[in-house]
């Protein structure tokens, strides 16, 4: 604990880090503050209905994921998620469409011009999604709630470009500290917005164990123990690799010294779970569509298959989900990790695998060895998916609470904090201090 702490101490001496902390949660601050912000034109104190709405079930996953905001009715109502919706749409049509297929090889322009794509792609699926959700808002909430009077059209084309307003303008926080301060900006704001609703989940937690006496203290601490048990199964799945040996042929790298690098030994680092949370949102969105179109109809079948499909901790819907899950990680993994690309620059780089030959060869080895780990792996993280159905019917643990004992938010939070440490052990490092994590003591100092 000393170490780390100084370590921390370490952090804030360093002038350049420092500021990009600051400003890092400066803007998060900002984001949050802005997610307290209801539209113009709602009564902030008659929102019991929508609050209700978000209580639990597909309403309260989506609530998470803004921070709240979507049952504030806030100007951020709509969070990150348009841009996270487009920046998919952009990854998958990539696999199909020539140019942007030519961009993502272009390098740094090819970027930019991808992530212009990106942005103006999240404003036409706001400019979509920000009129369902003033509909929601006028089948939810009471009449009188609407200042400017009920479904007027001054009200609408305000809310609506508010909404749009708002994404974009979390769409440059985002980008903003991408840039400037420490992390994964996006995913800090998604990160940030599910960590504020955990207190909440967890006062509603205790006062259900004691002031209503389901298991008092005892039960509650056996929840946070397997809380932490499932952070470090979910910190396993996150870093875990497989290390494929490969050997470079005989060179010496020059400098202030030389080397000879004959027979030194490297490794490709191939992820457990290449495709992080991807195939459970992929397989959440999926799964909101049998609820949708079944509630269109009356009938008795149709709403008994939304009444399957909009129970979370449902058994029919934690099988189909996570079988959807092992579909869409082998699905991800083929078209995020290009292994026939990465056995060519391996053989330009005069690199080989022992005992495979470079080229075709190396490519088909590499892939057979991501198959062969996608498979547990997607068995692991489809486990972890549907863990908070497991421990709401075994424990009767609140289902708001419950929700954190897995799925995405569990997954998104352990793989951003990773991340962000990663980024600051890099500037501790360079500095010549311990990092944040363990292996950071074994760097050794240039004189």
């Known amino acids: 604990m000393k170490k780390f702490i100084d370590s921390l101490i370490n952090a804030w001496k360093i002038e350049e880090l420092k500021n990009r902390i600051l400003l890092t949660l400066g803007m998060l601050l900002v984001y949050r503050f802005g997610a307290q912000v209801t539209l113009p034109g709602i009564d902030a104190t008659k929102l019991g209905n929508l609050t209700n709405q978000t209580d639990q079930g597909i309403g309260w996953l989506i609530n998470v994921f803004t921070g709240g905001a979507f049952s504030q009715a806030s100007v951020f109502a709509l969070g990150i998620m348009p841009y996270i919706s487009a920046s998919i749409v952009v990854q998958l049509m990539g696999i199909a469409i020539p140019y942007l297929q030519k961009l993502q090889k272009d390098g740094e322009s090819g970027r930019k011009k991808i992530n212009q794509i990106t942005r103006w792609l999240t404003i036409l699926i706001t400019l979509i999604q920000g009129p369902g959700y003033i509909y929601n808002l006028y089948t939810t909430l009471p009449a009188d709630a609407f200042l400017l009077g009920f479904a007027s059209f001054s009200f609408l084309f305000s809310s609506v470009l508010i909404l749009v307003t708002g994404t974009i303008f979390a769409m440059w926080l985002g980008e903003k500290i991408t840039d400037k301060g420490i992390g994964n900006g996006i995913s800090l704001l998604i990160m940030v917005g599910i960590i504020a609703r955990m207190p909440q989940a967890f006062i509603q937690e205790i006062s259900s164990r004691t002031i209503q006496a389901n298991g008092g203290i005892m039960m509650i601490v056996l929840e946070i123990v397997l809380w932490f048990v499932i ?41 457990l779970n290449a495709s992080g949370v991807m195939p459970i949102i992929f397989a959440q969105a999926i799964m909101f569509i049998p609820a949708a179109v079944s509630g269109l109809s009356k009938s008795d079948t149709a709403q008994s298959v939304a009444g399957m499909f909009s129970n979370p901790f449902g058994l029919v819907y934690n099988i189909v989900f996570a079988l959807l899950i092992i579909i869409f990680t082998y699905f991800y993994t083929a078209i995020t990790v290009p292994t026939n690309k990465m056995a060519d620059d391996l053989k330009r780089s005069g690199g080989f695998i022992p005992g495979i030959r470079p080229g075709v060869e190396t490519g088909d080895y590499l892939d057979r060895i991501m198959s062969l780990i996608t498979f547990p792996g997607s068995l692991f993280l489809a486990l972890i998916a549907v863990f908070p159905a497991v421990v709401v019917s075994l424990l009767k643990v609140q289902g708001a609470w419950g929700y954190f004992y897995g799925g995405t938010s569990l997954l998104i939070m352990v793989g951003v904090a990773i991340d962000t440490i990663q980024q600051i052990n890099s500037y501790l490092l360079n500095k010549h201090y311990d990092g944040l994590m363990k292996t950071g003591k074994n760097r050794k100092a240039v004189a």
Do not use: H, N, W
């Open 231 to 271: 952070i470090i199964a979910c910190i396993l799945l996150v870093m875990a690799v497989r290390k494929i040996p490969v050997q470079y042929a005989r060179r010496t790298v020059s400098g202030d010294f030389e080397q000879d690098m004959m027979g030194s030994r490297q490794f490709i680092p191939l992820k």
